[in-house]
């Protein structure tokens, strides 16, 4: 451990170590007992890797300098070397210097005083080729053959012309003819174009190439492709068999000094379609109201129409292309619903041995809030789950079709990935719809070490998915959308869900609770109705146009099904003069009373299956019916007949021939089958957080100040002390409790005969402290440390001075 590190950290003010806690909370879970302890965790490989992939494009290029330069570096030395790099020469460099290396010093990445910065210790190990350059020439020639390190240096030293260095160690004598600007100039002069320009393309990074045979022996005046000119003369190295680099001090030479290119010391500006914020918001709020109807539409047909698990889990692709048909909506969009009802808990898996996706009793709970309400609870399931509902669709490393609901469609970083996305939308001006591209380049610019494919394919995701939540509107992040994502820490994003509920609300239509009744057996909804009403008009009418208005059809079918739910005709009768702005039409009485009096008639039993019917003459309808021979009917009364079908294929088939039967317990009770009702007892897996990531600052200024005392107890301890020459003390054990008992009560301390658990005597100075259940607890200056000694293993206790 470096102690000039350890002294700096341990020098901080507690205000500086509240932010590092802050910045990188991983230090201390758990805490640590002391500062040299925080100063070996926040530079452990892993601990540095996670504090760089914080840091922006310029933080990053300041940290990348001070890692390659010889340290310490001064602020000015700094700034000599980062402002040839700016591609903005008209911003103030200075400031946004002074910051970055403040960013830095807060993280811990670097320390010491402007006039002597260094990195920390692990930063140069964490950075894999800092600022595209590769390694130095003593590192990049390290296996080569002292022979052949010989014979590169006289060739090398022979083209500069310069005196050869006798003795010198070859590696040691190749990096300093490296190093000299002068002599790779006049090497560079020597090579031909072709190999310049091999040059050229490893000159800004990455500065490695794979070429057959990379580790040939080969002279300049043997050398014949671009590759073996440069080999020759130690501009390229092997670092492996099919791996060349190019040594740093040859790149430096080839940058002119430079470390950087085009380097930005402000994030690039966002680039898109501007519109109306107003119009931005009531578009989002259009889109979260029609995502919300989505969800309970889906949930409302699962309750009744379960979709069945899959043997490896997930939905089936049938189930979902029936999915998608049900809510109108692209195959993608119905997995986003689905996906999203799974993280906000309001469908799982359950329903019996096979397994079907049901909704949970918490969809029954999410169905009593308010509309914006509800789409907070969802907004927030999807900024939190690390599911990917983008991947559904596609073909898995093992060409494999990912399904939705598949237990292996996860991301570990897509709520990170989400949260940054929407973080760059809320720095754009209101109204402004950023392109794909510039928000890729802004996640450049702030998370240079988080890129790759995986990443950039999130970036799409996450803007076509927030456009059908209604968190974004044309392509704007909405007021509400700006409010769910304002959080700080845990403790305020229930707060932050509940402030964009707030916002959302006066953009939400306000729900109705009445219907127009018409001749034609439908009813028109001027608008989105109540939940109450929704569900029971859904119950007892069939949708049959959706708009700006909802048109629902009455039919025999539809009435008979609210009847099977174990509803009476006086009691639909009454739901519709309830809320029917018009008289109930006779056409839809009569359909209603009518249904209501031929249901039940017929009920249904178990023989294997059996029909009961108090006229018999309906029953002989039935026996003289042909689609009833499949049934093998066979006439046991006059008012029954048995069938050896299931009670269950009975009563649809029966129903297919025209009749309205019900079914019924061995005890003849009716029995009311409540399709609509169905839940999953089945536990949905836990949500993550939707906080931030940080700790709170009381956590934070709890484990400063734990650490701040232990430190002190680190640095106030005694070193050990020797124990006495000569025979260990022997006593009696009435008399070795009664001086242990003395010593504590006075504070002194004694020398006692300790046998350990091998049986050997050794002796001990110590202070004892208490003495309970026969072992002594006390402070062992021999071993400077706190112990618990069993009193049947003391052999004797003789009293210091």
Not at 302 to 312: A, F
Not at 394 to 410: F, Q, T, Y
Not at 547 to 571: I, K, M, N, P, W
Not at 713 to 728: F, Q
Request: hydrophobic share 45%.
């Amino acid at each position: 451990m470096d102690m000039d590190f350890v002294d700096w950290l341990r020098a901080r003010d507690d205000e500086r170590l509240r932010a590092l806690v802050a910045a990188r909370p991983e230090l201390v879970t758990p805490v640590p007992a002391h500062i040299p302890g925080l100063a070996s965790r926040a530079t452990s490989l892993s601990a540095t890797g996670r504090a760089l992939d914080r840091l922006d494009r310029f933080a990053l290029a300041t940290l990348e300098t001070l890692a390659v330069l010889p340290s310490p570096v001064s602020l000015a030395e700094l700034r000599a070397i980062v402002r040839p790099a700016l591609a903005e020469p008209g911003r103030d460099a200075d400031a946004a210097l002074h910051e970055a290396v403040e960013r830095l010093r807060t993280l811990a990445l670097a320390y010491g005083p402007d006039d002597a910065l260094a990195p920390a210790p692990g930063v140069r190990e964490a950075l894999e080729a800092p600022a595209g350059l590769g390694p130095p020439a003593a590192e990049v020639f390290r296996h080569h053959p002292p022979e052949r390190l010989k014979a590169l240096v006289d060739d090398i030293e022979e083209i500069a012309e310069g005196d050869p260095a006798d003795g010198a160690d070859p590696r040691e004598r190749l990096a300093e003819l490296l190093g000299d600007p002068a002599v790779v100039a006049k090497l560079l002069a020597e090579v031909p174009p072709k190999a310049r320009a091999a040059l050229d393309a490893l000159t800004w990074g990455p500065p490695t190439g794979s070429i057959p045979d990379a580790g040939r022996e080969v002279r300049p005046a043997t050398a014949r492709s671009p590759v073996e000119h440069l080999l020759a003369r130690g501009l390229l190295g092997a670092t492996g068999e099919r791996m060349v680099t190019l040594p740093r001090e040859v790149a430096l030479h080839l940058r002119d000094g430079r470390l950087h290119r085009d380097l930005r010391t402000r994030p690039p500006d966002l680039r898109g379609a501007e519109h109306d914020p107003a119009l931005c918001d009531r578009t989002a709020a259009g889109q979260a109201f029609t995502f919300v109807r989505a969800v309970e539409e889906l949930c409302e047909r699962w309750s009744v129409e379960p979709p069945g698990v899959l043997r490896t889990g997930g939905l089936a692709v049938r189930d979902l292309k029936r999915t998608a048909q049900l809510l109108e909506l692209p195959e993608w969009a119905a997995a986003l619903v689905v996906e999203v009802a799974f993280a906000a808990g309001l469908i799982a898996s359950g329903g019996g041995v096979e397994g079907e996706w049901l909704p949970t009793p918490a969809y029954d709970t999410w169905l009593t809030r308010p509309g914006e309400r509800r789409w907070a609870a969802l907004a927030a399931a999807w900024l939190a789950t690390d599911r990917v509902p983008g991947l559904v669709g596609e073909r898995d490393e093992r060409d494999r079709l990912r399904g939705a609901l598949h237990p292996d469609l996860r991301g570990g970083a897509a709520p990170e990935i989400r949260s940054a996305v929407l973080g760059v939308l809320a720095t754009a001006p209101a109204g402004l719809a950023p392109t794909v591209e510039s928000v890729l380049d802004r996640l450049e610019w702030e998370r240079p070490r988080r890129r790759g494919a995986f990443r950039d394919r999130m970036v799409e995701f996450t803007l076509r998915e927030a456009e059908q939540l209604g968190v974004t509107g044309l392509g704007a992040l909405s007021g509400h959308g700006r409010a769910l994502i304002d959080r700080n820490d845990e403790r305020n994003a229930e707060e932050s869900t509940a402030r964009a509920a707030e916002t959302l609300a006066p953009l939400l239509p306000e729900p109705v609770d009445h219907v127009l009744l018409q001749a034609d057996l439908t009813a028109v909804a001027p608008g989105p109705l109540t939940s109450e009403l929704r569900r029971s008009l859904a119950l007892v009418a069939d949708v049959e146009s959706t708009g700006g208005a909802t048109v629902y059809r009455f039919s025999e079918h539809s009435v008979r099904r609210a009847l099977d739910a174990g509803q009476g005709a006086d009691e639909l009768l009454a739901m519709l003069e309830r809320h029917s702005t018009t008289p109930v039409p006779q056409p839809l009485r009569y359909l209603v009373t009518d249904v209501a009096r031929r249901h039940g008639r017929v009920r249904v039993g178990t023989a294997s299956a059996y029909i009961r019917c108090d006229d018999p003459a309906v029953l002989d309808q039935v026996m003289a019916d042909r689609q009833s021979l499949p049934l093998r009917l066979r006439r046991l009364a006059s008012t029954v007949i048995a069938s050896r079908s299931s009670r269950a294929v009975l009563v649809d088939a029966l129903r297919a021939m025209g009749y309205a039967p019900v079914a019924e317990s061995l005890e003849g009770d009716v029995l009311i089958s409540r399709l609509d009702a169905r839940r999953t007892d089945a536990v949905p897996p836990p949500r993550p957080p939707v906080g931030g990531s940080g700790p709170d600052p009381e956590t934070v200024a709890a484990a400063v100040r734990a650490l701040r005392a232990g430190d002190a107890a680190h640095l106030a301890r005694r070193p050990p002390v020797a124990a006495p020459d000569g025979e260990l003390p022997r006593s009696p054990a009435s008399a070795t409790i009664s001086a242990l008992r003395e010593a504590i009560r006075t504070g002194g301390r004694v020398w006692i005969g300790y046998l350990d658990n091998q049986g050997q005597a050794t002796g001990r100075i110590l202070e004892p402290a208490r003495m309970e259940g026969g072992y002594l607890t006390a402070y062992d200056e021999t071993r400077a440390a706190v112990h618990r000694f069993a009193l049947h293993r003391i052999t004797g206790v003789s009293a210091i001075e």
